[in-house]
């Protein structure tokens, strides 16, 4: 499908009048991607001349330090509101009063707080990422089979190694959809900061693209973080079918 799509994409920009201003062909956007990627010695020096390779390092970077230190909150606390009716009542309500908030909107605290510096990015992936992930995790929690529960205290299992055995087990699927749910945030979250928030990385090497109107190197940076968000999706798809080995025979 990706391959029909650019064939479609370059016969569209065969047609009378398509000029290549506004909407480059794929071949001027295999050509920005060259030049991102290994530079011009001839060409004026610019944020998008020889830099992918910093570029990803630096967004793939934030999205990993924001991505882990929403993962670390939000399973967590996404179990004890869908397990522990306390957690519930007292949690739930303020993530449910935070998530409508649009992430841009953090922007301006982000930087009042932490400056044009990754710790800005870091809290704003975070943030963005926390949300799925926190409620697919209550879901799977509070979706536990009571049967499993009633056989497991039956057979002499304590309170706390009810949630760590049987609990946190029934919600892995779960909370692995809120993982691959996350992941693709972060990437679009970590593109926004670096817009608005941060001084490096591809969406402030986008967005100078953008300021010098090069339709050609927006494309390519578009092409090159969906490929990116793409493979950390497999990634993490392959570490859930690790941990889930045991539910493919249900």
Known sequence: MPILLVIIWQLVYLLPGMTGELVPSPLQVVAALQEWAVGEPSAVATPFNGTMAESIAVSAWRVLIGYLIAVGLAVPIGILIGWILLAENLLDPLVQL????????????SIAVYGLRDSAAYFLIALGTFFPIVLNSAAGARGTPKSLVRAALMLGTGRRELLFRVVLPSALPSVFTGLRLGIGIAWILVIVAEMLAVRSGIGYVLWTAYNLFRMDFIIAMMVTTGVLGFCSDWIVLWIGNRFLRWSKGL
Do not use: D
């Open 98 to 109: 935070l998530r409508p908030i649009p992430i841009t909107a953090w922007v301006p605290l």
